[in-house]
């Protein structure tokens, strides 16, 4: 598995999840973006999906799925497999056994 932050600078992730969090704070509270920011322009443009990392394994103490049923975690930010934890956007997990080796 990766390193603990995925290759990202732990200070410039925090960061940057911060202001995420403050802009979407704003929005949810009726303000509009910011005027005196020049945003990025997109055009002829669509909606898509991208490949992000996460676990998919079989979950117990799930909020929302069964004990022993299969899950796929949100994205991972954080991952210390000596430690036997990880940190998607949602939650904590903890890692339990060893990883699948599909290419026995």
Known sequence: MPDHWLGQNPHDMVRSLRVLADDLERLANGAQPDRHTEPVRIRDYLL??????????????????????AGMTTELYYVNEKKRVVRTFNRFYQLVGNPLDLWK
């Open 48 to 69: 898509s999906k991208r490949t992000v990392p996460c676990l998919v394994g079989r979950v117990s103490g799930h909020p929302t799925i069964p004990d022993d049923g």
